[in-house]
C-alpha cells in the first residue's frame, strides 16, 4: 500500500489467449514484453517467463512480463524486467509506478545471490524520476537513457505522409519515381536470405545491432501467427534492400534490414519503411517501435528514424 494506492500483482493466472487479449489493449506494447519475445529468447539464456497482472485498488491496471533464472532453490537467482510494465489506457501515474515498483521490490528484495536488471518503460521526466526515488530501486551508475521512436499509425495515410519531414518526404518521392518494385509478405518465404544480407551488410559495415541467431530465433516463435512482416525492393527482380518488422499485441517494431548500393542511391530504405507503415496500418496495428537510437555514435540513425514523423521517447534508463 502506497497512500491511497493498492498495488498487487497476480502471477501466471493467464493462458496464452487471456494474456494477449489484455496485450493487445496497451498502447505502445513493446517487443520485449511480448509473449513471443520470452518464448524465443528465454530458452538461449536459461531463463523462463513469468507473466503478471498488475491490480491496482483492485483494478486490472497493466501487465510485466520478467525472465527469471535461478538455482539452488532461489539461493541465486536473477530476475530481469526489460522495457515493463505496460500500463492500460487510463493508469501508468507517477503515484501508480512508485507502488508497482514498491510492490515488486517487498516481492524480490535486493539481497546477496540475487541479481535484479530494471529498465522501467517509464519516460524520464522529473515527475516520473520522482516517484522512482521514492522506492527501494536504485539507478546503475553511469547508466545511458533509453531512446525509442513510435510512431503513430492510427492517422489516415494522407495524415501519416503529412507528418514526414521534409527532407524524408523528397527522399521517399525520390524512391517513388524509381525503377523499384516492392513485395511484401507474411510468410518468411525470403527470410533466409533476408537474414543473410543483413549478416553480411553489418559486418561490412560495422554497425551494432541484434545477432542473426537471435532475430532468427524470434522469427520461428512469430511467423505461425503471421506476425513477421518482410518488404524486399526489387531491381529488375533482384533484391536490392529488405526490411523485417515484428507484431506484437497492438505494436510492431522494425527489427532489422540492409540495402546494397543499388538500393541505397535510389533511397529504397524509405520506401520499404513507409510501406510498412501502411501495410502494418493495414493489417490492424496502431503503434511502429522504430527501435534504439541515440545522439553519440548513431546520430543519424537518430535523424533518420525521427524524419518518419515519430515521436523520440527517452526511458528513465536501468535500475537494479
Known amino acids: 500500500m502506497t497512500g491511497d494506492i493498492e498495488c498487487r500483482i497476480l502471477w501466471d493466472g493467464l493462458d496464452r489467449a487471456a494474456w494477449e487479449e489484455w496485450f493487445a489493449a496497451v498502447e505502445r506494447a513493446n517487443l520485449l514484453q511480448s509473449y513471443g519475445y520470452a518464448r524465443a529468447v528465454c530458452p538461449r539464456e536459461g531463463q523462463r517467463p513469468r507473466h503478471g497482472r498488475i491490480l491496482i485498488n483492485g483494478t486490472v491496471a497493466g501487465l510485466l512480463q520478467i525472465q527469471e533464472a535461478q538455482i539452488f532453490n532461489r539461493a541465486l537467482h536473477a530476475i530481469i524486467l526489460d522495457r515493463g510494465p505496460l500500463w492500460m489506457p487510463g493508469f501508468g501515474t507517477p503515484e501508480q509506478i512508485c507502488a508497482f515498483f514498491t510492490a515488486f521490490d517487498q516481492e524480490f528484495p535486493r539481497r546477496i545471490g540475487r541479481r535484479r536488471r530494471i529498465l522501467p518503460e517509464v519516460e524520464d521526466t522529473p515527475e516520473m524520476r520522482a516517484a522512482l526515488s521514492k522506492t527501494r530501486l536504485r539507478r546503475r551508475d553511469g547508466a545511458d537513457a533509453y531512446q525509442t521512436v513510435w510512431v503513430d499509425l ?160 527517452t526511458l528513465v534508463g536501468h535500475y537494479e
Open 154 to 313: 492510427e492517422p489516415d495515410p494522407e495524415a501519416l505522409r503529412q507528418k514526414l519531414k521534409g527532407r524524408w518526404r523528397s527522399s521517399l518521392t525520390k524512391a517513388e519515381g524509381s525503377d523499384l518494385t516492392v513485395e511484401w509478405h507474411w510468410d518468411g518465404a525470403t527470410l533466409l536470405k533476408l537474414l543473410g544480407a543483413y549478416e553480411d551488410d553489418k559486418t561490412r559495415r560495422g554497425y551494432p545491432g541484434p545477432s542473426v541467431g537471435t532475430v532468427a530465433d524470434l522469427c520461428r516463435a512469430l511467423l505461425p501467427e503471421k506476425r513477421v512482416l518482410i518488404g524486399n525492393a526489387l531491381l529488375d527482380g533482384d533484391i536490392v534492400a529488405s526490411v523485417l518488422l515484428l507484431g506484437h499485441g497492438g505494436g510492431a517494431t522494425y527489427q532489422v534490414g540492409w540495402t546494397s548500393e543499388a538500393g541505397r542511391s535510389r533511397n529504397a530504405t524509405h520506401l520499404l519503411l513507409w510501406g510498412a507503415m501502411l501495410v502494418l496500418k493495414e493489417a490492424g496495428y496502431r503503434d511502429l517501435d522504430l527501435g534504439g537510437v541515440n545522439d553519440g555514435d548513431a546520430k543519424g540513425v537518430k535523424l533518420f528514424k525521427e524524419g518518419m514523423g515519430g515521436k523520440t521517447i
